[in-house]
C-alpha cells in the first residue's frame, strides 16, 4: 500500500476516502459482537481485501498483529494528514475503556502530498 501511494504522492494526487476501520478481534470480542463489524472484517479478510486501522495502534495494547494503518501508510508514502478535513464516525465503545482505545467504525481521510502540505503550510 505505501508503494501504491509513494506513487499516487509523486504525482501530486491528494487523497480522500472513507474507510472501515480495521477492529481488533480484542475490540469485537469486548464489544460482546454488538456491532455488524465482525461480518464486516470477515467478508473483507475472505476476499482479500483486508481492513487497516485509521491510526496506528498503541503499543500497550496486546493482541494479533494487524496491517499498518491508513495513517502510516500515507505517512511512509510522503503524504501529510489534513486533519481539519478528517473526521470519524461514532465510536465502538459507547464509554472508552481506562486506556482511552475507542476507535471509531469508520473514518474519513484527507492525505496531501508533501510538497504541497508545506506550500500550505500544512506540515508538522
Known amino acids: 500500500m505505501i508503494e501504491v501511494f509513494a506513487g499516487y504522492e509523486r504525482a501530486g494526487i491528494i487523497l480522500i476516502f ?6 481488533s478481534v480484542e475490540d469485537l470480542l469486548a464489544t ?3 456491532t455488524y ?3 464486516f472484517k470477515y467478508v473483507h479478510e475472505k476476499s482479500g481485501q483486508g481492513l487497516r486501522p485509521a491510526m496506528p495502534r498503541s503499543s ?3 493482541g494479533h498483529l494487524m496491517n499498518a494503518a491508513w495513517h502510516a501508510c500515507a505517512a511512509d508514502a510522503g503524504y501529510v494528514r489534513a486533519d481539519a478535513y478528517c473526521s470519524r464516525t461514532r465510536t465502538v465503545y459507547p464509554f472508552p475503556p481506562e486506556d482511552g482505545h475507542n476507535p471509531a467504525v469508520s473514518t474519513n481521510h484527507f492525505f ?3 510538497r504541497i502540505a508545506e506550500r500550505l503550510g500544512l506540515s508538522g
Open 18 to 23: 472513507t474507510e472501515e476501520n480495521a477492529l
Open 32 to 34: 460482546a459482537w454488538n
Open 37 to 39: 463489524h465482525a461480518g
Open 60 to 62: 500497550r495494547r496486546a
Open 112 to 114: 496531501v502530498p508533501g
